[in-house]
């Protein structure tokens, strides 16, 4: 048996087969034709899937699809994806014309989710949490190996939690939403607030200009001992720290995965969470703690994950 | 077919046979003797619950409790229990010697969820967030009919998600909890704090000393336009409404059930709270909208609650 994910993305459309251990025999992409519009897109979709697979053979057991956006995972509707332009696409409907097989969506942070925790670094574990430290902060739950997308499968908004109250604005309307704390904007944004205000950081070293500044400017400094990047390593972990021990009292997981470019400090930002979440987990003696991982899937969680929506159907 | 719900509290053990409609028939209670220790307190229960029915009656499907403190449900034990003074108690295995029905146990806070959502404000629902709002903040979170108390029962610690880094200190070592915010508690410590600025409110007519204040003296006085109680009102529900919107873009619920004491405020308090949130739901257009209810069970809502774990156990 073996599905075929698909990952959905603004500048390209990724396909691969899957098998049942979620490793990759085969895949394709293509351009994501946005000026093409959504029935252009489908037929592309279509195409690569049939490029991959035979739909009358019986081992095809159906398609996932991981799509940005809202999505009505239930009805196979993309309701809004912004970047593709797509308002109320019947996904789902639209493709089975083209290959008429099962067929699953959800929400890109989900699928990456289910692929961490079915296939990848939280494959040992059940209940877990994924969230993803990009431009935003998004999210996944896993509850006994199923994801739970909330409501009208509109929940699991991870970022857009409160972590002050009328803190840093966020891109949602609120403030102190743990995005505008935990994602790489806002990492970006206190590196170089640390540096204008410390002109000797060797920060100025890593980045020349504000302009050069990214993700990985307080990090490696802090490494050599620079005080101000020091200072913004803490408080990133701190808030994201924070963010995390709340996930924990509400679904107390084996496992918080983290994504995303800054999990390329690996050990260094992991070992930083665990000593900052281990004396806070909230409870008495014998609450269960949670363990601290970065994704390993990589650029193959949307593919992988997303085949994880057909397998986890017929567990 | 009924069961018998249990309530233990610390003054004293509620019992009633609840009908498959959440209706008591018939109620009884003990003094809830913490010094006799655990093993006289099951032997009161298993007296007080076969006062109440007949275990050969086959019509007696089974016994639920509600307990304060930290439960393993899946076990029956009760974790810890503080105000009982009790640790590791196997109470379902020891109560089943004494009266051998199905017997199911969970956090007192879950309990009340449930029997709000299986037969009182929220029967209309099936996904519902239940926080209550007393000397703590509890909680308790129901997921398509069902009680999802995270993971090895431990989880749906509401009270505890962060909503102030660096906040008020809360009981439970971190701070800017929830319960720092959001409990009776801190509505009479932002109370009297409002009282001590301005010695003209009409807050110390209400409460001549501060001894005098309780959760209703700020919502009285701002009813009748004081200003310095407007400000705590306004405070308490910004706090509570930025708390349930955390809950609504992490699990999408078709409603938030508010129980405690400063429900009593009723329309007053949800109007606020509605106003509030509504222009701060996540996401994009269509994204659903929850409602705001008070619970309505009452002192009945740990008795009915209990007799739903068994009852939902059979669905």
Redesign the interface.
């Given at each position: 048996m073996y599905c075929i994910g698909v990952d959905i993305g603004g500048m390209s459309i990724k396909a691969g087969v899957v098998d049942t251990h979620g490793n990759i025999l085969k895949k394709g992409r293509v351009v994501t034709d946005v000026d093409g519009g959504a029935r252009k897109i489908i037929a592309d979709i279509g195409e690569l899937v049939l490029s991959l697979a035979d739909p009358e053979d019986k081992d095809f057991a159906g398609i996932g699809i991981g799509c940005p956006?809202?999505i009505s995972s239930a009805t196979g509707v993309v309701?809004?994806a912004f970047n593709l332009n797509w308002h109320n696409v019947a996904l789902a409907k639209e493709l089975a014309r083209i290959v008429d097989k099962p067929i699953k969506i959800s929400n890109d942070a989900n699928v990456a989710a289910l692929g961490e925790t079915m296939f990848g670094i939280g494959k040992q574990y059940k209940?877990t949490i994924f969230i993803t430290l990009g431009t935003g902060v998004g999210g996944g739950?896993i509850?006994d190996g199923k994801l739970?997308e909330?409501?009208?499968s509109?929940?699991?908004?991870?970022g857009?939690?409160?972590?002050?109250?009328d803190g840093e604005p966020c891109t949602?309307?609120?403030k102190g939403c743990m995005e505008a704390y935990c994602s790489a904007s806002a990492l970006i944004r206190e590196t170089k607030k640390a540096m204008e205000a410390d002109k000797n950081s060797s920060m100025w070293k890593f980045s020349p200009t504000l302009d050069d500044v990214d993700g990985r400017t307080a990090f490696e400094c802090s490494k050599s001992g620079d005080v101000a990047a020091n200072a913004v390593v803490d408080y990133f972990v701190?808030?994201l720290g924070?963010g995390m021990?709340?996930f924990a009292?509400?679904?107390?997981?084996?496992a918080i995965i983290l994504g995303g470019g800054v999990c390329a400090q690996g050990d260094y930002l992991i070992g930083k969470l665990k000593r900052y979440c281990a004396?806070?987990n909230?409870?008495?003696?014998?609450?269960?703690e949670f363990d601290i991982l970065t994704a390993e899937l990589g650029n193959d969680a949307g593919i992988i994950g997303a085949a994880g929506l057909i397998y986890a159907e017929r567990k």
């Open positions: 956006g809202a309701d809004h209940d739950i509850i739970y909330g409501g009208e509109k929940g699991a908004e991870l857009h939690m409160v972590l002050v109250v949602c309307g609120r701190k808030y924070e021990l709340n009292n509400i679904f107390r997981p084996q004396d806070r909230y409870g008495f003696a014998g609450t269960p």
